[in-house]
């Protein structure tokens, strides 16, 4: 595969992926362009971006001042002050809600129906029809995907994440990204690794973090 910029990871994408929307949303901001909304083609909705867009994900039930929230809020100020977007799970509760309340009106929560009233106030709301487009969309559709430390739901979107990067191997055309993970699952991909359950090449192009500050230095600058 050909050396590739670190800023490609900015360029203009489009991604489908099965589902259905009931309610889209766009967001601008200086340096990123986002858009969650239906398809064409039935049973499809489409994700489109340009810029610094950042997938956010980690626990719902952790309080604001937990350690992992407080990182997850100070790498949404930096994306802001970047002039990017934030995406999240959007619920008002843990990660998601601490760094919608730092990106306000610059974040994008995907839900599902049956979150609606557990919905955060700050930012723009994407409903899907159900948890599986969700995942899709938090886990490789952006340029960055970030996991921090989290229960079943981030569990997924890890896996899933781990095998939509490991996929470009496969589909050089497919937008390069960059996939951070908490230390918070080396044990656990450890483990699994050992087990014979995940190869170890699958994760070998994920990036580790102990911090925001260890994910910040790895932000390719937008321009």
Same mark, same amino acid.
């Given at each position: 595969?050909?050396?590739?910029?670190?800023?490609?990871?900015?360029?203009?994408?489009?991604?489908?992926?099965?589902?259905?929307?009931?309610?889209?949303?766009?967001?601008?901001?200086?340096?990123?362009?986002?858009?969650? *909304?239906?398809?064409?083609? $039935?049973?499809?909705?489409?994700? #489109?971006?340009?810029?610094?867009?950042?997938? +956010?994900?980690? !626990? =719902?039930?952790?309080?604001?001042? *937990?350690?992992?929230?407080? $990182?997850?809020?100070?790498?949404? #100020?930096?994306?802001?002050?970047?002039?990017? +977007?934030?995406? !999240? =799970?959007?619920?008002?509760?843990?990660?998601?809600?601490?760094?919608?309340?730092?990106?306000?009106?610059?974040?994008?929560?995907?839900?599902?129906?049956?979150?609606?009233?557990?919905?955060?106030?700050?930012?723009?709301?994407?409903?899907?029809?159900?948890?599986?487009?969700?995942?899709?969309?938090?886990?490789?559709?952006?340029?960055?995907?970030?996991?921090?430390?989290?229960?079943?739901?981030?569990?997924?979107?890890?896996?899933?994440?781990?095998?939509?990067?490991?996929?470009?191997?496969?589909?050089?055309?497919?937008?390069?990204?960059?996939?951070?993970?908490?230390?918070?699952?080396?044990?656990?991909?450890?483990?699994?690794?050992?087990?014979?359950?995940?190869?170890?090449?699958?994760?070998?192009?994920?990036?580790?973090?102990?911090?925001?500050?260890?994910?910040?230095?790895?932000?390719?600058?937008?321009?």
């Amino acid at each position: 595969m050909a050396n590739l910029n670190p800023t490609d990871i900015y360029i203009k994408k489009k991604r489908r992926s099965v589902g259905e929307m009931i309610k889209p949303a766009e967001i601008k901001n200086t340096n990123a362009w986002l858009s969650i *909304h239906g398809s064409s083609k $039935e049973f499809l909705l489409t994700y #489109e971006s340009e810029g610094l867009v950042v997938s +956010i994900n980690g !626990s =719902g039930a952790l309080k604001l001042d *937990h350690t992992q929230c407080q $990182e997850a809020a100070r790498l949404a #100020e930096y994306i802001m002050k970047q002039g990017g +977007i934030v995406m !999240s =799970g959007g619920r008002k509760s843990g990660i998601m809600e601490a760094v919608s309340q730092v990106a306000k009106e610059k974040s994008m929560g995907v839900i599902f129906p049956e979150l609606e009233k557990e919905q955060t106030k700050h930012g723009k709301i994407v409903i899907t029809n159900a948890p599986t487009p969700r995942i899709e969309i938090l886990a490789t559709a952006a340029p960055i995907i970030v996991i921090f430390r989290g229960g079943i739901g981030s569990l997924m979107m890890l896996m899933r994440a781990i095998t939509h990067h490991n996929n470009r191997k496969f589909h050089p055309k497919q937008p390069p990204q960059k996939v951070f993970v908490s230390n918070y699952w080396v044990g656990l991909l450890t483990s699994m690794i050992n087990m014979g359950a995940l190869p170890k090449e699958f994760v070998q192009d994920l990036q580790v973090f102990a911090s925001a500050e260890d994910i910040i230095k790895k932000i390719p600058p937008v321009k």
